[in-house]
């Protein structure tokens, strides 16, 4: 008797292989729909991830980026706006100093010294400025401040003046003290390090050297506090002597608009990279986090049709093994 | 005479019978047992009865030799790619955040956010914080490297254990059958029970089978290495106790397969018993964990080297932000070093350095303006810039290369899924066409009917013959 026929066993195996597969198979895809990201992403890109890190690794750093560059502008907003309260304050020392010459009265040379004081005053507070905790015009040591006290200053400078009664010696006194070596230096508690921010990838970086230390802010130093000199030393100077020193002041200050225009205009610069740098993080991270989701992200359309379409698959299933258990003739007989 | 002759026929018919609702009781009885070849009575035909010649076992061969081989090659797979997912997740898999990879990226965005604003300690703390992170992530990647090939030996030591009880099993159930078929029974049983134990072992070693007389086998492994030939073959395996990054089979400080005290192949440990699944924990132990081992220390070198280099820290005497236990990194011997990669202390408060050093450099004399971002700046640099691997390679920044480690082990996994779905395919093909070979319960039911037919019809027979002989009783 050769007969064919089909084990019982390899039935019920093959059943419960199927009813393994299709649950599985439910269970990935309901993970898939409520997670909505896609259950092995590597799979997905066939094992090759490279692209897919470095795009998440540009993400992370682009984003770190972004953060410190916009520090790094609120700090050159701050330096600009320092610059232009010195300009503004040159500007009005300018004008009020270069009308006044040898032979004007004494009332006019007094007002026109008092001015110049405090303009020195004004102009060494606003070097002194800081934002929380940090000073704009110390170089890297951000923590000093960088300038003491106007007042201090100038004693200084009379310090090194032999004598307060000969106009030229005056004159070369303070700019000896303004220039490099001088007593101005040693005063300085700050440096004049440039500041360096990487603020883009391929080392793109922002630089910030004005410091109090700066050429053209000794320059305008000097022209005001020739003025402050003229005011402290009083009456040892003739007044026509005070007279021309205030109006050389007064032509000091109008040419050093340049210097200071010049730092405007440096910092300027500096600013609209950071803008422009600024934009093309923020483009680049859109674009890169949108490459991302593409990679990551599952079609939750998709998900649900394939979803529903396995759950039939395993009530047709459940309702074929129900009737084939079923068909026996164990039944019959 | 003709009368007690139809007697004895029919009284053997009945035995057959008899004989043949035992055989199918047996089979339904047994419909669920895996292992278990399909029964039938083997019978002729001669004038003067119905000669039974034993109970004969319905199995193919062929088939079973076949998906003994794929249960072999389904578990090695299997073995493989457990090992290679666990790799996968240990290394990283791509775009997580808790990833070796993942603290690269936190420690250079903290580099970026500390360079922005160097005077502030907290930045800087962050950046002691996220690099000791990344020290410990490949620290602890190091060593679950070495605890997966402890599990490998671990597994080894098994399979050897349960190869020698299988084969002791084997060699057993060839004696008793001999015994049992010269004492006239019928050995069925214990061949199905032999069977069974053969399945047993099969995924351990793929097994060549060779038939002697009388329903002797011998086992052989596919590559040639007699098993079991009369006498079983007994291994020993001396499991390790710690598996360091140093212990390698080449070293003397792992253990390979010996037998009688030989070993099976003094080169890879294994020689001719590969192909299952003490074959892959072998190959993962000795050979695909160590090279995943060696990337994660080339990958630690380049890192420790970058801060190194005196264009990144022109202060560094050698030493740089991360050590080696607190030396500097050799490139002649660096097995090992993912796993003792550390924070260079005197950038550490909490270990006694100074904060400071992080905005003027390692081997500074003093402490610098706290506005200088230059030397956080060259560290960045240092991370990005393209150098290569010990051992050569395209030179990458450090994020690239961990990338492509990862890249690469993906590829291996999904490769290795493709192998295990194919190898599962294979095997369930082959099972449902030897389990098609078995008991349907269906036939065994109707042959019962038949067989309750040929029964009734033969005890019909000495009804009528002994009704015959009472006539005669009566003349």
Not at chain 2, 164 to 175: K, S
Not at chain 2, 270 to 279: A, E, H
Not at chain 2, 393 to 410: D, V
């Amino acid at each position: 008797m050769s007969m064919v026929s089909i084990g019982d066993l390899s039935q019920q195996f093959i059943s419960s292989r199927t009813t393994t597969r299709i649950k599985s198979d439910l269970a990935r895809l309901s993970a898939e729909l409520s997670s909505g990201k896609k259950a092995d992403v590597t799979a997905h890109l066939s094992g090759d991830t490279r692209a897919y890190s470095a795009m998440s690794q540009s993400l992370a750093r682009t984003d770190a980026f972004i953060t410190v560059a916009k520090e790094v502008s609120i700090t050159f907003a701050a330096v600009q706006l320092s610059l232009d309260r010195i300009d503004t304050l040159r500007e009005t020392g300018a004008n009020d100093l270069v009308l006044l010459n040898g032979s004007s009265s004494e009332p006019q040379i007094t007002s026109g010294a008092a001015k110049a004081k405090e303009q020195f005053s004004d102009m060494i507070a606003v070097l002194n400025g800081s934002t929380s905790g940090k000073y704009h015009f110390s170089g890297t040591a951000v923590a000093t401040q960088p300038l003491p006290d106007a007042g201090d200053m100038i004693t200084d400078i009379l310090g090194t003046i032999a004598d307060p009664s000969d106009p030229a010696i005056v004159t070369q006194a303070v700019q000896d003290w303004f220039s490099t070596g001088g007593g101005y230096d040693t005063l300085n508690s700050g440096n004049s390090m440039a500041r360096d921010t990487i603020i883009g990838p391929n080392g793109r970086s922002a630089r910030n050297d004005v410091s109090a230390l700066s050429d053209e802010v000794r320059e305008v130093l000097a022209a005001t506090a020739l003025g402050a000199v003229v005011e402290a030393i009083g009456g040892s100077l003739a007044v026509s002597d005070r007279g021309a020193l205030l109006q050389t002041s007064g032509a000091g200050l109008v040419g050093a608009a340049q210097g200071v225009a010049a730092l405007q205009s440096r910092i300027g610069f500096q600013e609209a990279r950071v803008e422009t740098t600024l934009a093309e993080l923020g483009a680049s991270r859109t674009s890169l986090a949108m490459s991302l989701n593409e990679t990551e992200l599952s079609d939750p359309f998709e998900v649900a049709t394939r979803l529903e379409a396995t759950q039939r698959q395993l009530e047709l299933h459940f309702a074929t093994t129900a009737k084939l258990s079923r068909l026996s003739l164990a039944d019959y007989i | 005479m003709g009368i007690s002759t139809s007697l004895s026929t029919a009284l053997s018919g009945l035995n057959v019978a008899s004989r043949m609702a035992e055989v199918t009781s047996n089979n339904i009885a047994n419909t669920l047992t895996e292992g278990y070849a399909r029964r039938s009575l083997a019978i002729g035909s001669t004038w003067g009865g119905v000669p039974s010649f034993g109970v004969q076992r319905h199995v193919s061969p062929g088939l079973t030799a076949d998906r003994r081989l794929a249960d072999a090659q389904l578990s090695a797979d299997q073995g493989r790619m457990a090992m290679l997912t666990r790799v996968e997740d240990i290394i990283g898999a791509a775009g997580s955040t808790d990833s070796i990879a993942g603290r690269l990226a936190a420690f250079e965005s903290a580099l970026i956010s500390a360079s922005g604003e160097p005077s502030s300690d907290l930045r800087l703390m962050q950046l002691n914080g996220t690099l000791s992170e990344l020290a410990d992530e490949i620290n602890s990647a190091s060593s679950e490297i070495q605890a997966l090939r402890q599990n490998a030996d671990a597994s080894i030591a098994q399979d050897v254990a349960r190869l020698n009880a299988g084969l002791g099993m084997i060699a057993q159930l060839n004696a008793d059958i001999t015994r049992v078929q010269t004492a006239g029974q019928d050995a069925s049983n214990l061949i199905d029970a032999r069977g069974q134990a053969m399945d047993g072992i099969s995924d351990i070693v793929p097994l060549r089978i060779l038939q002697r007389g009388g329903d002797q086998i011998a086992l052989m492994s596919t590559s040639g290495m007699i098993l079991l030939d009369g006498v079983p073959s007994e291994f020993e395996f001396q499991p390790a106790n710690v598996i360091a990054a140093d212990m390698t089979l080449a070293s003397g400080g792992l253990s390979g397969i010996t037998r009688d005290g030989m070993p099976v192949d003094p080169g890879d440990g294994i020689g001719r018993l590969m192909g299952g699944s003490l074959g892959a924990a072998m190959a993962a132990r000795d050979d695909e964990l160590p090279t995943v081992q060696d990337q994660l220390d080339a990958f630690a070198l380049n890192l420790m080297q970058r801060f190194e280099d005196p264009s990144v820290d022109p202060t560094t005497a050698g030493l740089g932000l991360l050590t080696d236990a607190g030396n500097p990194s050799d490139p002649s011997d660096f097995v090992g070093l993912a796993g003792r990669l550390r924070l260079n202390a005197s950038v550490d408060p909490v270990q006694g350095g100074d904060l400071w050093r992080w905005r003027d450099g390692l081997g500074a004399a003093a402490a610098g303006p706290i506005g200088n971002a230059n030397q956080l700046n060259r560290w960045q640099e240092g991370l990005s810039m393209a150098t290569a691997l010990p051992g050569g390679g395209t030179p990458r920044s450090s994020a690239g290369h961990i990338a492509s480690l990862m890249a690469e082990r993906g590829t291996l996994r999904t490769i290795a899924e493709q192998d295990l779905s194919f190898a599962r395919a294979r095997m369930d093909g082959l099972e449902q066409a030897e389990l098609a070979h078995g008991v349907d319960s269906d036939q065994e039911l109707q042959r019962l009917l038949q067989i309750e037919q040929a029964y009734a019809a033969n005890a019909r027979v000495i009804q009528t013959i002994n009704s015959m002989m009472q006539q005669l009783m009566e003349i």
